[in-house]
């Protein structure tokens, strides 16, 4: 009898209330490990993390298959995919993930800045205590190079528009919630647990 | 005891206070020839701020390393407004081509780095993000550039430096147009450079007028007559 290899999805926490949503309903039948979403303020740091977690998956199970429910979101993103097993959701970063490449691409060129549900509660946190940005120096560098922030709204948490509005006066640029559905993370997910099995 | 204006314009710079920088330089230009503000004041000052940022940003945010290129832009601005009264033209080094790569939308890198080569003389002609390969290899032949700076934040967008390198090798432009690269996956490998058929980098924004000088003279060389055989 062939035994199904077992499977894991490393996963950056900008997920993890989409990706528990998806495992409730039964959509999505994964175990899965959250990383850290404010380790994209260092990319080398999540890197270093990833590489961790993904040895320590092989340690456990040197067969076991692994997505990655990331972005390109550090400098050997492509050495971690090509790992026999390994595949990596499609997508340049969560927003694509979440929106599909089609509407993140159009949005993008509008000049669209998108905030996350979990990202948009610590807007201040990246945007002062990460990015250093403060007074006029944030206005300025906001409205330079995006027209408005787009609050991509999954449906799971409430609408924090209160610190979307202090975000939205701190950095000069409207905003907009735009509801999404989990169907382009979803399907990305599937797609990735299939390549990690060709993969082998 | 004479003020120390390059310091003062640096702790400036590395606070992120674009109306205390532009105010060191108005307290220096006091008495002085504006046009020697870049070659006196500025360029030594950001030559030193490029290198601690080179390090990797020790110390140096994001916000401080904008800052600095708002204030480059300042500088310009002034000096053209300057030449434009005074009726005399600035020196002008030679058109170069900014854009991001092919489906890249990460503008603030070029944006800085088209600040710091604008304030250094040069003609850029920026095409903003998602910029194709014959828009860059166009754009150059129609202005005359010897040099094209492609960016690109990460290693999914960087492949699209390649389709770069192949339109101008495609054009018969190999070497007599020259393809400089940046953006954070080529800080972080730089051995991307030369993969993906780059022709040089720079640790910084800062850096990046030293770069586009060096193979605006390697074009130049490549497109001689002699084709650099001789020195």
């Known amino acids: 009898m062939i035994q199904e290899k077992q499977k894991l999805c490393l996963s950056c926490s900008i997920f993890r209330k989409e990706i528990e949503a998806l495992q409730a309903s039964g959509q999505l039948d994964l175990p899965v490990e959250f990383l850290n979403s404010m380790l994209h303020m260092v990319p080398a740091k999540l890197e270093a993390r990833l590489q961790e977690a993904l040895s320590s998956a092989r340690l456990q199970d040197p067969e076991r298959e692994v997505v990655m429910a990331y972005g390109d979101c550090c400098g050997h993103m492509d050495t971690f995919e090509s790992e026999p097993g390994t595949a990596r959701t499609e997508g340049i970063n969560c927003c694509e993930i979440i929106l599909g490449s089609e509407a993140y691409r159009k949005l993008r060129k509008e000049g669209a800045f998108f905030l996350m549900p979990e990202l948009a509660l610590a807007w201040r946190q990246i945007f002062v205590g990460q990015l250093g940005l403060l007074g006029p120096c944030a206005k300025t560098f906001m409205q330079e190079m995006h027209s408005r922030m787009i609050y991509l709204d999954t449906g799971l948490v409430p609408v924090p528009h209160a610190a979307l509005q202090e975000a939205s006066e701190f950095l000069g640029l409207p905003v907009e919630i735009l509801p999404v559905s989990l169907d382009p993370l979803l399907a990305s997910l599937r797609q990735a647990v299939q390549s990690a099995h060709r993969h082998d | ?231």
């Open chain 2, 1 to 231: 005891m004479d003020r120390n204006y390059s310091q003062d314009l640096l702790i400036a710079i590395e606070r992120a206070d674009r109306a205390g920088a532009n105010a060191v330089i108005q307290a220096w230009a006091a008495g002085r020839d504006f046009r020697q503000v870049v070659p006196e004041l500025l360029a030594p000052v950001l030559e030193t701020f490029g290198k601690v940022w080179a390090t990797g940003h020790g110390g140096v945010s994001l916000a401080t390393g904008y800052v600095a290129s708002k204030i480059a832009e300042d500088v310009l601005t002034r000096l053209l407004q300057e030449a434009k009264d005074s009726g005399s033209v600035l020196p002008v080094k030679g058109p170069v081509v900014l854009g991001n790569v092919e489906d890249d939308f990460h503008p603030l890198g070029r944006k800085m780095v088209a600040a710091f080569l604008r304030a250094d003389g040069w003609d850029v002609r920026d095409l903003g993000v998602d910029v194709s390969a014959a828009e860059f290899v166009d754009t150059a032949e129609a202005s005359g550039a010897k040099v094209i700076g492609a960016s690109a934040m990460m290693y999914t967008t960087a492949k699209n430096v390649a389709k770069i390198r192949q339109e101008i090798d495609r054009r018969g432009l190999t070497g007599k147009l020259q393809l400089a690269v940046g953006g954070a996956v080529f800080k972080l490998r730089p051995e991307l450079v030369a993969d993906f058929g780059g022709d040089g980098t720079a640790a910084s924004a800062v850096e990046a007028s030293t770069l586009f000088e060096t193979l605006r003279q390697r074009a130049l060389t490549l497109d001689s007559p002699a084709g650099g055989l001789h020195p």
